[in-house]
Each structure stands twice: as structure tokens, then as C-alpha cells.
């Protein structure tokens, strides 16, 4: 398969590929897609290296928070492999500081055992109002990240409170760019969005 059909998935913080499944479906007849595991890494920037040195060639790429600061450091990295890109509920700034103090409290927490009370208080975070008592999407979102575990959790969120943001030039990036989120979100607000796609040429908000 050509290169350009390559698609790489980049999850957020506690994801893997079960966040991906129903798009990972949805392309399987006109992409190969890839969810490159994130969970061994120490940084940001070594997510990056790590993804360009486990898929060859040229790609599209999407990332969804923590793994859209990863697409933003693997374009800056290496601008002529990227074909596409996406980037949903991201900020080219590293996370805000709300976040930051949210997963300073919580490291704590959940070093001392504390990941199902920190994933209870994350959950209505995450999702709009509306969803916060839907527990089929609770269910999936905790199962994903029990199944990475605390060790997982830890090293992640000091990864994310280690990352000083996009240190590039979001004019530079040339290949054609979507910028996504949804209209509720608290974490990644939608201004933080619009600001970005100013910035990105080619980009589109959908």
C-alpha cells in the first residue's frame, strides 16, 4: 500500500486504541491505520520520535489531545512526511493551566492508589454535561485506562506538565489541516481552536 494511505491515530492521555476503534473501522477500506503506543514514553518530544521511528515513509496524521501535541512535534520533526493533518482538542500551547493544576493535585492521588477516584472525577471532564451519566461511554473510558494502569497515568501527566508547547511555527506547517473540537469542551476550550487555525494556512475548522 503507498504511503500516502498510511494513517496514524494518536491517543490522548489513558488511551489507546479503543479510542480509535469506530474511525479505525470506518477508513479500514481506504486506509491502513496505526495507533502507535504511547505508553513507554518519557516526553512529549520522545512520543514524536518514537512514532516517526515506528512507521516508514510518508503519512496522515490525527491526535487527539496529549496526542495532538505529538502530531504538532512530529510535523516539526519531519514537515515532508506529514500529508494531513488533524488536530482535535489541542492547544499548539501545552495543556492550560487548569489542567496543570488538576494533574498536579492528582499524581499524588494516584501514586497512593488513588486511579479509580481520579478517573471519577476526570470522566465529567472529559465529556459534555449531557453525557456525564452515560455509563456505556464511562464504561469504555474507564476500562481504557485501567487497562494502562497508574504507572501509565503518572508518567503521561508529567510528560504534559513537562511540555513547554509547540516551540515552531504553525505558519510553516503546509500540508492541508482540520482543527476540531467539540462546542463544550471545558479542557481545550473552542477559542483555543480558532486561534490555531488562524494560524495554520491551510487549515479548516468542520
Known amino acids: 500500500m503507498k504511503d500516502f494511505n498510511n494513517l496514524i491515530l494518536l491517543p ?5 486504541e479503543r479510542l480509535w476503534a469506530a474511525q479505525a473501522r470506518g477508513l479500514a477500506g481506504s486506509a491502513r491505520v496505526i495507533t502507535p503506543d ?11 520520535e518514537g512514532v516517526l521511528d515506528q512507521v516508514p515513509g510518508g503519512f496522515s496524521l490525527a491526535g487527539f489531545s496529549m496526542g ?3 502530531a504538532l512535534e512530529v510535523v516539526a520533526r519531519a514537515p515532508e512526511r506529514v500529508r494531513r493533518l488533524a488536530l482535535l482538542s489541542t492547544s499548539p500551547k501545552g495543556i492550560l493551566p487548569a489542567v496543570q493544576k488538576h494533574y498536579l ?11 479509580d ?10 465529556v459534555a454535561p449531557v453525557r456525564a ?9 474507564a476500562d481504557m485506562a485501567k487497562s494502562l494502569g497508574a504507572a501509565v497515568a503518572v508518567r503521561q501527566m508529567h510528560s504534559l506538565l513537562a511540555y513547554q508547547g509547540f516551540r515552531g511555527d504553525l505558519g510553516r506547517i503546509a500540508c492541508p489541516a482540520v482543527i476540531m473540537c467539540g462546542r463544550e469542551d471545558r479542557r481545550t476550550p473552542v477559542a483555543v481552536h480558532e486561534e490555531m487555525a488562524g494560524q495554520i494556512p491551510r487549515a479548516k475548522k468542520p
Open 68 to 70: 495532538g501535541c505529538v
Open 117 to 126: 477516584a481520579y478517573l471519577a472525577d476526570a470522566f465529567p471532564l472529559y
Open 12 to 16: 490522548g492521555l489513558l488511551c489507546n
Open 133 to 141: 451519566h452515560d455509563r456505556a461511554l464511562w464504561k469504555i473510558f
Open 38 to 48: 504511547l505508553t513507554g514514553y518519557e516526553s512529549i518530544e520522545s512520543m514524536a
Open 105 to 115: 493535585n492528582s499524581i499524588a492521588s494516584i501514586e497512593a492508589g488513588g486511579l
